[in-house]
Every structure is written in C-alpha cells, then in structure tokens.
C-alpha cells in the first residue's frame, strides 16, 4: 500500500484504533467501549495484527500513533505484537515518531519503561484538569495526584517527547481555575501541550443534562491563559489546539492537518490514501468478523474538484504556518484564493484571515472564530 505525491512515494502515517477504556467519559463521543472482557481485548489485538499484516504492503511508514480509547492499557506483550505486526506489513523508518495515547490511572513506571523499551517514543497524557471535582465531572477516573505522579513519571521516563492535554472552556470553570491547571502542567518538562475547548456532543450524558457552559468572553479569555502560558515555557501555537517547543510538534497529526495520506488500523479507523477515504466498521464485533473477508472498508469517499480543495484548505488552515500558496496550486492546478475568492476576501475584511503571496493563515482573532471561516468553505459544492 504505498502512496504517491506527483508520481514519487511518501512515508505513511498509521494510526492504530484501541477502543478500550476504564469507563467512558461523560463527554466523550469517540468510539470506545468498556475494557471489562479481557478475552474481547485479547481477540482483538490479534485482529489488530491481522489486519495490519493483510493490509500493508511493503510502503514507507514514519509516524505511527496509537490512540484511543485508552491504549496505554494495553500490556507488553500485546504492544510487541501489535508493532511487530506493523513492521512486518510495512517499513518502519529507524527514526520514526511513535506516539501513544495515554490515561493517569494506567500509567505506572513499570508500565512507563516498558513502552519504552517496545519502542514508543511519545506520549500523550490525557490530564484534562488537575482539579478533583472537575475530574469527576467530567467522569474521569484519575485523581489530580494521580495525574501529577504520572506526569511527572512520564518526564524521567526518556520519551522523546511527553504531552499533557488540558481541557477549557467547563461549566462554571473561573478564568483562574484554568490558569492554575496551565501552570501546575507546565511545572513539568514537557514537551507538547494541547487544550481543547469543551464541547457538548449529542448523545453523551454531559450534552443530555444541557449545563451552561461559559460566555464567549469567558473562553477567550482562557484561550489567552494558555497562548501567554504556553509562550512562557517556550512553546509556540503550532495548531489551533496545540503547543509545543521547538521541533516537537508532533508529525503524524501533522499529516491531518497537511492532508496527507495515513492509513488507519481497528474498528472504526479511517484511512485516507490517494484521494479516497475509507473506513472500518465501527462495531467491535463486525470488525473482528472482517477478518475472513480480508478486512473490507465499511464505506469508502472519494472527495474530488472543489470539495476536496476546500477541506485540505481547512484543514492547513488549523495549523499556524496555514496553507502554502504554491503547494496548493501545485497540488490541484488551481490557487486557492482564486477558487475561494468570495469566502476569503469576505473573511480578510473581517480580520480573520490573512492573504498573503506565499501563505493564508488564519489571524489570531481567526483562531478563535475558525467555525465561521470552515463553514464557507466546506458548504455543499459540487464535487465533479
């Protein structure tokens, strides 16, 4: 499975689908489901290997992440497999980035050394507060301690690189509150810092109870908590959601967000190779079942003409560097502010996106009202 740019190979991204957890967020609407029947989680990983060795075919791989779900709750036996798997359908560069996605209440130093000795080279804390009540809120099922220590665990561990992900932006949560998350997780050596807004997702039980969540004004003012924050430690705005020092951005969701090809592994992971999007069943059971078939997409998209220039718009747009003028036209044949000309012009005057002869880039006022930019672009086109 090998993908091309302009007739030459490029290295792959892979993202392995663990939809395992303790228990599941209140705000969570990812697929995942509870990590109780060790015997399920045992079929599945082998699935996981299965496929990975029907799908791969021999291509270039330089990021791997493994995300979830709760992958760090996996043991180390069955992360040897599952990258042995990798290795065998694919060619994992010896420098490759390996990224894990990881819970407070999984990690201990044992388990911290052995995914480093299996060869995880980056890890991402799903922290979200180091407040105890706003942990609970939310349905999270570590403590404010048990974050701590394993924060603090995770940075002497020797991961190249040690994330913290922060949530914004909570019911009742005071501008002060999320100031003190920021500097409790900054009182780290970290490498990478995400933090996401809230938002109440249909059908989780936090959207069902409809809480009021903060006035903009209140969240803008976060969002400068941790832009001053962040700069404080080092660390420049990469992404609209992300931080990091230099050279530690981390390079697989760079090729989201530079819509790059990236081939997803496990129920339902999406894959995105050649111009056409492809995903698994979403069901646990139909996934393991896909295996005598030969591991068939549940459904597949072929995005072309306008539609698809849109989304690699928005999406290069959610990244600081934004979208590069030449490689779009080369890429498509066309310029991007001559496709979107109406939408972007109109989005310049309002001082929320900045056209320029090399780049166009959301401003920071942008950064903060990017639905408004994304939804003129993506709006029903016509796609032939």
Not at 152 to 172: E, I, K, N, Y
Not at 277 to 288: C, E, F, G, H, V
Request: glycine content about 10%.
């Amino acid at each position: 499975m090998e993908a091309h740019t302009q007739g030459n190979p490029i290295s792959l991204g892979l993202y392995v689908h663990f939809p395992f957890c303790i228990r599941k967020c209140r705000y969570c609407d990812f697929f995942s489901v509870p990590a109780d029947d060790k015997e399920l989680v045992e079929k599945y990983v082998s699935t996981l290997c299965a496929e990975a060795r029907a799908r791969g075919r021999g291509g270039s791989v330089d990021t791997v992440f493994l995300g979830g779900g709760t992958p760090s709750l996996l043991s180390l036996p069955q992360v040897e497999r599952l990258l042995a798997s990798l290795r065998a359908g694919w060619r994992i560069d010896s420098d490759a980035e390996v990224s894990m996605e990881a819970n407070p209440e999984t990690i201990t130093a044992g388990k911290l050394r052995d995914l480093r000795e299996a060869g995880v080279t980056r890890l991402s804390i799903g922290v979200q507060s180091f407040d105890d009540s706003r942990l609970g809120y939310l349905g999270r099922v570590h403590t404010a301690q048990r974050a701590r220590d394993a924060v603090a665990g995770a940075c002497g561990a020797g991961f190249d690189c040690v994330g913290v992900d922060l949530m914004f932006g909570l019911p009742g949560q005071a501008v002060a509150e999320f100031r003190a998350d920021l500097e409790e997780a900054l009182r780290f050596p970290l490498g990478h810092l995400s933090c996401y807004e809230l938002s109440l997702e249909a059908g989780t039980p936090l959207a069902r109870e409809g809480p009021s969540l903060p006035a903009e004004d209140a969240v803008i003012s976060q969002w400068g908590e941790a832009e001053r924050a962040a700069r404080g430690a080092g660390m420049h705005h990469y992404e609209i959601s992300n931080y990091c020092l230099p050279g530690r951005e981390c390079r697989h969701n760079l090729k989201y967000w530079r819509d790059e090809d990236f081939v997803g592994l496990g129920a339902g992971a999406y894959s995105s190779l050649n111009g056409e999007r492809s995903a698994n069943a979403r069901d646990i059971k139909a996934y393991l079942s896909a295996e005598s078939s030969g591991f068939p997409s549940a459904e597949t998209d072929r995005l072309g003409g306008k539609r698809k220039m849109g989304e690699t718009l928005m999406l290069n747009l959610r990244l600081s560097e934004g979208c590069r003028v030449a490689e779009f036209e080369r890429r498509y044949g066309e310029g991007a502010i001559r496709v979107f000309m109406p939408a972007l012009e109109k989005h310049a005057a309002a001082g929320l996106v900045e056209l320029g002869e090399e780049r166009i880039r959301l401003t920071p006022k942008g950064r903060l009202l990017a639905n408004e930019v994304w939804a003129d672009l993506l709006e029903p086109v016509d796609s032939a």
